[in-house]
Nanobody, 116 residues
Framework: QVQLDESGGGLVQAGGSLTLSCAASGDIRTINSMGWYRQIPAKRRELVASVTSDGVTNIADYVKGRFTISRDNAKYKVSMQMSTLEPEDTTIYYC??????????WGQGTQITVSE
């Protein structure tokens, strides 16, 4: 089992910045990819950004140029730096850890609200 501890959500004005962080614990040796997804109403969660243990990143087109992701492999911690936030970015963000056997673990979710 893997546990994910998220931090960094909150309220910010449009154009502002926030950083989300997620630390993994438990059976961390099985983790390959870590990243962030966000909840779209009436839809499944969609990928925002992820990074593998080899440092390969995958960033959704709608946040490219605004969000970056980094990972501390020694600490099994991933951080997503979000800038130029827009009201459309308002939703719940979930940390994800994916194992080599394609099992997914999720954090409890953290709310980001971007005001006009």
């Amino acid at each position: 089992q893997v546990q994910l501890d998220e931090s960094g959500g909150g309220l910010v004005q449009a154009g502002g910045s926030l950083t989300l962080s997620c630390a993994a614990s438990g059976d961390i040796r099985t983790i390959n990819s870590m990243g962030w997804y966000r909840q779209i109403p009436a839809k499944r969660r969609e990928l925002v950004a992820s990074v593998t243990s080899d440092g390969v990143t995958n960033i959704a087109d709608y946040v490219k140029g605004r969000f970056t992701i980094s990972r501390d492999n020694a600490k099994y911690k991933v951080s997503m730096q979000m800038s130029t936030l827009e009201p459309e970015d308002t939703t719940i963000y979930y940390c994800n850890a994916s194992t080599r056997s394609m099992r997914n673990y999720w954090g409890q979710g953290t709310q980001i609200t971007v005001s006009e």
